[in-house]
């Protein structure tokens, strides 16, 4: 891929960044299609429109980056207490029993976004679904996004 200059200054393709729906979030969260759930400084947190379970977020940087690292140290700083709020937010909205927590860095580690980095946080119940959603091709998420999008959003 051929690098990109400009304000985003990710060192990505250009049309990675124009066809990105975090850019694209990021750009408009307030849309009434959007899953934004909160807009920080530096970043967003919007549910995943295909999610394992119900609650399912994302934590993704403003700015188009495909590494963490790539980001600014404010950013980085910014990150892990956000993903922390998340999972506290989550857990007095939904009670789970645990969370799956983690990013899938780079296509062949499975990042459907490759090129601009997310953390997912899953709430996760003792007798869900587990991984029926990647291994039976199955998604029982017994709420609607945009409700739990309205709910999440006065938690922040």
């Not at 299609?33 to 400084?41: I, N, R, T, Y």
């Amino acid at each position: 891929m051929e690098g990109q200059a400009g304000p985003r200054g990710s060192g990505q393709a250009e049309q990675s960044a124009k066809s990105c729906f975090f850019c694209d979030a990021s750009a408009n969260p307030d849309d009434d299609d959007s899953l934004v759930v909160f807009e920080g400084a530096d970043h967003l947190v919007l549910l995943n429109r295909f999610p394992y379970a119900s609650g399912h977020l994302m934590v993704a940087p403003k700015n188009h980056r495909a590494r963490p690292e790539d980001d600014s140290p404010a950013t980085q700083a910014a990150f892990w207490p956000l993903v922390l709020r998340c999972r506290d937010i989550l857990n007095r909205a939904y009670q789970p029993d645990g969370f799956n927590l983690g990013m899938n860095l780079g296509s062949a580690a499975g990042a459907g976004v490759p090129d601009h980095y997310h953390f997912h946080i899953v709430p996760r119940w003792r007798g869900d679904t587990n991984f029926m959603s990647s291994v039976g091709e199955v998604r029982v998420i017994p709420e609607d996004s945009f409700a739990a999008r309205d709910r999440l959003r006065q938690l922040f």
